[in-house]
Structure formats: structure tokens, C-alpha cells
């Protein structure tokens, strides 16, 4: 069976691999679920990385939670600049935060229609998760499967992380790595306003080859499914078979307040 195309931009330019089927199979082991969103955008973002933290420190199941924002803000890569990526007199004379993630990644918007997902994997010692690049294979191949059931054409891995229908994408990934977890999380459009990414999202330099030059209209997409589809989808996919309930509140809170409210972060480069 061939896997799927990909690319990842190194310096000089974008290299392409092959999605392997030999990442095909999901670990048996229960993982838990967290159906969680919060109601501002400072702490659904803490939320992600205050997950990875808990697990690396108790050493406990993997995590699938999943969330959406109820309010438009947008979401920097860990290495990405304000100025390069945004519409920044827009967003702040509109009331639209502009907080930078720890993932790394492109810059996105989010808001009511966003539907998020957050993995917390566990880093093993077999070639699918040794490393960024295997982990994005094995992440994006086992999604793809997960939603295709959903979809009457094939979804394709394009770019570094991203899902398309043809040439227009709707979800978009990262990762953030510590030694014995990673946080793998996306988004997945449904219902987005599309037209607001044109008014607070600048057109980004680094681009994946298979977007040429086009606009944000041009090159997302809704795909009017709805919540509950996908959740289920996940869930089964995923074998989020048991409820998480231990929720670490405590290092949300610090984290919000000592990062993700704080523009030295969100606005630091």
C-alpha cells in the first residue's frame, strides 16, 4: 500500500517523504479523554501544555481533550513574529488577542467553528515517535484514518502537517517534545468565519510548495461536520476508552499568569 506525500521545510528548502504505512497500528492501552474548553483563550492554550507537563511529571496514560474557543484569537507558532504574521492594528483596535503557543508551527486564527484536538503521547522507543519528523508521520496517518470514514474524497497529507481535500486544507498540526511525552495538537475547520483569517492573518513567507501564492480564502476550507462526528471519529480511532478527571488546575493557573497572559511571551520576537 503507498503511503502518503509530505514535506518539511529545512534551510534551503522543502524536502519531501513518504507517510509509511509501517506507522499504522495504535498502542493497546487505554488512553483518557478530557472533553475540556475553557472560557478564555489564555487558558485553553495552557491547558495543552499544562497536560503535557502533568503527564511527564506523573508518568500516567496518554490524553486526547478536546476543545474550541468561543471567542476569535489569534494563535502564533512558538518562533513566529508578530509583525510577519499578522494583521496587528486589526486585531488590537478589534479586541482580537493575538497569544503565541508553545508548539511550533504556522500561525493560525481561532474561534467559534475552530474545532481543536490535543494529543499527549507517550515517546517510545520505536521509530514512530523517536523523533519530530516520525512523530508527524505516525500522528498525521493515524488522523487521516481516524476522519476519513467522514469524508467522499480522500483526504491527503500535504505540506508539513497539514489535511486537505484536494489542494484546500482544513486542518493544520504541531508538537511540542519534552523526554518522555509530546504534545501533538490541531485544529480542524467546520463552521470558521474564513473571511475574518483574511483580516487578521498576514499571508505567510514560508509557505508549503503546494500553496503557491494563493489567499487564505483560496487555500482553507470549511468542512460542515459537525463536533460530534469528529469526536466520535477520535475517540474510536484513539481508544479514548476512559475519563480524564484529573484536570491540573494549579499549573494552568501559573501558566496563564506567568506566560500566556504576559505579552513579554506573546508578543516577545
Not at 29 to 47: G, I, K, V, W
Not at 149 to 174: H, M, W, Y
Not at 205 to 223: A, G, K, Q, S
Request: proline fraction near 4%.
Amino acid at each position: 500500500m503507498p503511503g502518503s506525500w509530505g514535506a518539511w521545510h529545512l534551510r534551503g528548502g522543502w524536502t519531501s517523504f513518504t507517510f509509511s504505512p509501517l506507522f499504522s497500528t495504535i498502542p493497546s492501552m487505554t488512553m483518557h479523554l478530557l472533553d475540556l474548553s475553557f472560557n478564555t483563550p489564555e487558558e485553553n492554550l495552557a491547558c495543552d501544555e499544562a497536560l503535557l507537563e502533568h503527564r511527564e511529571q506523573d508518568l500516567g496514560p496518554e490524553i486526547l481533550r478536546f476543545w474550541e474557543s468561543q471567542r476569535p484569537f489569534v494563535v502564533l507558532g512558538l518562533s513566529k513574529k508578530v509583525t510577519e504574521e499578522t494583521q496587528q492594528n486589526f486585531c488590537e483596535t478589534q479586541g482580537i488577542p493575538i497569544l503565541r503557543r508553545a508548539s511550533g508551527g504556522g500561525t493560525v486564527l481561532q474561534g467559534p467553528g475552530c474545532f481543536n484536538y490535543s494529543l499527549i503521547l507517550k515517546i517510545k522507543d520505536e521509530i514512530s515517535s523517536k523523533d519530530i519528523t516520525q512523530a508527524n508521520q505516525f500522528v498525521m496517518a493515524e488522523n487521516k484514518k481516524a476522519l476519513s470514514p467522514l469524508f467522499k474524497d480522500e483526504i491527503l497529507i500535504q505540506g508539513i502537517t497539514d489535511l486537505c481535500v484536494g489542494q484546500r486544507k482544513f486542518s493544520g498540526n504541531a508538537q511540542k517534545r519534552k523526554k518522555n511525552y509530546y504534545l501533538f495538537h490541531g485544529t480542524i475547520l467546520t463552521h470558521f468565519d474564513l473571511s475574518l483569517i483574511e483580516k487578521t492573518l498576514l499571508l505567510p513567507e514560508i509557505r508549503p510548495e503546494y500553496r503557491e501564492n494563493r489567499t487564505h480564502l483560496d487555500f482553507v476550507m470549511n468542512t460542515q461536520l459537525d463536533n460530534k462526528q469528529i469526536k466520535d471519529q477520535f475517540i474510536r480511532h484513539w481508544k479514548a476508552e476512559k475519563e480524564f478527571t484529573d484536570v491540573p488546575t494549579e499549573i494552568i493557573k501559573k501558566l496563564v499568569e506567568d506566560k500566556y497572559s504576559r505579552k513579554e511571551w506573546n508578543y516577545k520576537l
